[in-house]
């Protein structure tokens, strides 16, 4: 007869309430009710339960629901009977969900099946349940091979299978009876290949899983090299040599986790500006426009080819190159930032964010930097500094929470890998100044053989392997000296418990010249000396998140000098509205300021700073018409990422990493 599978909430249901089989598709169940009634269920089954009682009963009273049958109860009991039907509703909804996402079918069917039929690992191992729901269901799932080891004198095969929809692996359990088993044997199907496993979902022996896929038949989709394969597995991987295979290094865990972790953070993102009624628009990437008047910006043109044809076509008379003759009748660039283009559609439509690429052409090959990079750029209209840095302090702290709500495996697997990476780094540094990492006991017991000098000599010899054979990455911006600092304080933290703090403290709030004021107290030697009127260096943002405050810090009211020209100024003339959110371990996340939104003292400062002002009449005209008061901020998009995964270079937070000299894929 039919065999019926009871999963999830629906067992703990169904293990209070007895049934009766009438026949092989029909079963009985009557439930006493208090007053002395009874509630009637019939369930007509069909290999699985499915039904969707909630649709059915909001529809119709009658007790009509899909595969069930209902016997209605009196009015004195209604009470009862919908927390009955709550209770039921919210099993058969998992039932429901399983039809629509698990294709099952019997062994022998097998030979009829395609990759259409499919199932996704996230669906087996994302449910509340661990997949433990699904023993005995019949299912195909397609990946790539992660690992692969043979066992009982190589007669069977632990397959750890991921098709990309979770960071989960799902064990495949393959024995030499099974078709297919000959391409493990060939070595066809090894780690990186991919293949299609189809079997019965068991209860697995082993303490990493709860279930696992006994396979019935394995086929080979595309075959691999094992030994020519590049990426190795685990956490003794290097990242800086992982970068010479940017178009294989997703496959590797690590960054995987990482670039799961920022899908999250994306998603999340939207999430925030959109149940706050902000409008997502997208600027331009081409622009005339130097939003940060730095200089540092990639020029678009299509002058260079006429020029190899004949250079005096692009010439003029004065000796300068004749830009009429480009495609846009002017110098043009990559932009820098969206906040120009999103202060037009603020000023029409309230709020509104950007999400989008940037570019800047600094010749810098540090850990912090990138040539193209994204940036979030809200612009809130009608909104003062102080607004804006509530909002910043709330998304923050929103795309924290939804990380570490949504991404407990991939956080758990970065938590590890940088557990590792700083253990390793202070054993590093121990020998590099003489510690002997953790030779102590051999070294000892040499001494006592009175070997001091067969001792010197392969301590020197171990300080000279560390150096050469360990490879911290040489663009890392955190010298020896912050290294060092992590290794004792931040970066002992756990991963998680450091989000978790960000994400549930309050931002401390003080002005730059208070900022400037405690470094000056404070104890520590800085690289670069502080005095009113620098912009603060990396190591002095810091030591204020930290170090003073232990939390993130939003500092405002910036000297006016070391800030962008649309910035409003401050009624002393010295300052502007600005603002920096600094956090523990990277420093500046997010900067903003309150808009200058007076068109005469724009105009000066526009000036001041050497600008174009003809070219900026559009952004004038702003001002002209309808000017409002209206705030905004950036935050660099990889920066946040490299926040939330711990990654230390920038260069592992964005799929395709652009800077000096790399542009590849």
């Known amino acids: 007869g039919s065999q019926v599978a009871l999963t999830g909430s629906f067992v703990d249901w169904a293990a209070r309430i007895p049934l009766t089989k009438e026949n092989n598709t029909t079963w009985s169940t009557t439930i006493p009710l208090t007053g ?102 019949t299912l195909g799932v397609a990946g790539w091979i992660k690992t692969l080891r043979l066992q009982a004198k190589d007669t069977v095969a632990f397959i750890k299978l991921n098709d990309g929809s979770t960071f989960i692996d799902l064990q495949v359990v393959v024995d030499h009876n099974t078709p297919g088993f000959e391409y493990i044997t060939d070595h066809s199907a090894c780690v990186s290949a991919s293949v299609f496993a189809l079997g019965t979902i068991v209860a697995s022996r082993g303490k990493e899983q709860k279930i696992e896929l006994q396979a019935a038949e394995l086929r080979l989709l595309g075959a691999s090299n094992a030994e020519e394969y590049p990426i190795p597995r685990g956490a003794s991987l290097k990242l800086e040599n992982l970068r010479t295979y940017g178009h294989l290094r997703i496959r590797s865990q690590i960054i995987t986790a990482i670039t799961k972790v920022r899908n999250s953070l994306s998603w999340a993102t939207h999430l925030f500006f959109q149940s706050q009624g902000y409008l997502y628009i997208n600027t331009p990437l081409i ?24 250079p005096s076509k692009i010439i003029s008379t004065n000796g300068k190159i004749d830009y009429s ?56 209209a009608f909104a003062d500094l102080t607004e804006n840095m509530n909002v910043a302090e709330q998304y923050v702290k929103f795309t924290l929470k939804y990380v570490l709500k949504h991404n407990q495996p991939e956080l758990e697997f970065l938590e590890e890998f940088e557990k590792n990476n700083m253990e390793e780094l202070k054993k590093q540094y121990d020998l590099l100044e003489g510690g ?26 171990k300080k000279q392997q560390v150096a050469t054979e360990v490879q911290v990455d040489k663009t890392t911006s955190l010298n020896k000296k912050q290294h060092q600092k992590d290794i004792r304080g931040f970066r002992l933290q756990p991963l998680r418990q450091r989000l978790q703090h960000v994400a549930t403290s309050d931002f401390a709030r003080i002005t730059y010249t208070e900022a400037i004021d405690i470094l000056q107290k404070s104890q520590e030697t800085f690289e670069n000396a502080v005095e009113w009127g620098i912009d603060l260096a990396s190591e002095h943002e ?122 590849d894929y």
């Not at 019997?106 to 997949?131: H, M, P």
């Not at 570019?359 to 612009?379: C, G, K, Q, V, Y």
């Not at 002997?436 to 010899?461: C, F, P, V, W």
């Not at 001002?623 to 920066?639: D, N």
């Open 36 to 137: 002395g009634h009874s509630y009637e269920y019939k369930f007509v089954v069909d290999g699985v339960w499915c039904f969707d009682v909630e649709k059915e009963y909001n529809q119709d009273n009658t007790g009509n629901i899909n595969n069930v049958i209902r016997v209605p109860c009196t009015n004195d009991e209604t009470n009862q009977k919908l927390q009955l039907i709550q209770q039921i509703a919210h099993a058969s909804r998992e039932r429901d969900n399983l039809k629509k996402e698990v294709d099952y079918a019997s062994a022998e069917a097998f030979r009829t099946w395609n990759l259409r039929q499919r199932t996704s690992v996230s669906k087996i191992l994302s449910r509340s349940d661990s997949g433990e729901g699904l023993i005995g269901f």
């Open 287 to 310: 622009t005339a426009a130097d939003c940060e008047g730095a200089g540092e910006l990639f020029q678009v043109t299509t002058l260079l080819k006429q020029c190899q044809d004949d």
């Open 325 to 380: 003759a480009d495609f846009f009748k002017k110098k043009t660039y990559l932009t820098v930032s969206g906040q120009l283009n999103g202060e037009i559609y603020a000023c029409a439509m309230g709020s509104v964010y950007t999400f989008g690429p940037t570019f800047r052409a600094e010749d810098s090959n540090t850990a912090r930097h990138l040539a193209e990079f994204w940036m979030i750029e809200p612009e809130i």
């Open 436 to 461: 002997g990492g953790g030779g102590d006991t051999e070294q000892a017991t040499q001494n006592e053989k009175g070997g001091k000098k067969k001792q010197k000599q392969q301590q020197k010899n």
């Open 542 to 663: 810091r030591w204020l998140a930290e170090t003073y405050f232990q939390r993130p810090v939003i500092v405002r009211n910036y000297p006016k000098k070391i800030k962008a020209f649309y910035m409003r100024q401050n009624e002393d003339g010295q300052t502007v509205a600005a603002m920096d959110v600094l956090v523990p371990g990277v420093g500046e996340l997010i900067g903003g300021s309150q808009r200058e939104e007076r068109v005469e003292v724009l105009e000066s400062r526009m000036k001041e700073c050497g600008l174009d002002v003809e070219g900026y009449q559009w952004y004038l005209d702003l001002r002209r018409y309808g000017s409002v008061p209206h705030s905004g901020f950036g935050l660099g998009f990889e920066r946040l990422v490299c926040y939330a995964t711990g990654a230390e270079n920038i260069r592992e937070a964005i799929p395709f990493p652009r800077y000096p000299g790399h542009a």
